[in-house]
Nanobody, 122 residues
Framework: EVHVVETGGGLAQAGGSLRLSCSTSGFGSANYVVAWFRQAPGKGLEGVSCIGRNDGSTWYTNSVKDRFTIYTDNAKNTVYLQMNDLGPEDTAVYFC???????????????WGQGTQVTVSS
């Protein structure tokens, strides 16, 4: 049975930082992809970033490049999303998803966490 669990999130001021964690289990040793999506109020799911668990390849949506960093600690089966220079536009519920094929397409991911709220005040 696979599990995806997010932790982190919370409240930050504009210009501040937060780190999200995504723990995964049940996927074995395959090079599966872990992604972060977010959903702002009144909007659809947006792909934020993703990483290949074994090959370390990464992708970022343009709006977070140079501000967010995704990385993995395979010993802990955890993927992190370090978010720096946050702005109010980053306010959203952030979801971790695993075992997908397209980092921009939420429908390609079969396993999801429960989501964690990130709120950035101006």
């Amino acid at each position: 049975e696979v599990h995806v669990v997010e932790t982190g999130g919370g409240l930050a001021q504009a210009g501040g930082s937060l780190r999200l964690s995504c723990s995964t289990s049940g996927f074995g040793s395959a090079n599966y992809v872990v992604a972060w999506f977010r959903q702002a109020p009144g909007k659809g799911l947006e792909g934020v970033s993703c990483i290949g668990r074994n090959d370390g390849s990464t992708w970022y949506t343009n709006s977070v490049k140079d501000r967010f960093t995704i990385y993995t600690d395979n010993a802990k089966n955890t993927v992190y999303l370090q978010m720096n220079d946050l702005g109010p536009e980053d306010t959203a519920v952030y979801f971790c998803a695993a075992d997908g094929s397209n980092c921009e397409l939420s429908a390609s991911f079969g396993s999801w966490g429960q989501g964690t709220q990130v709120t950035v005040s101006s």
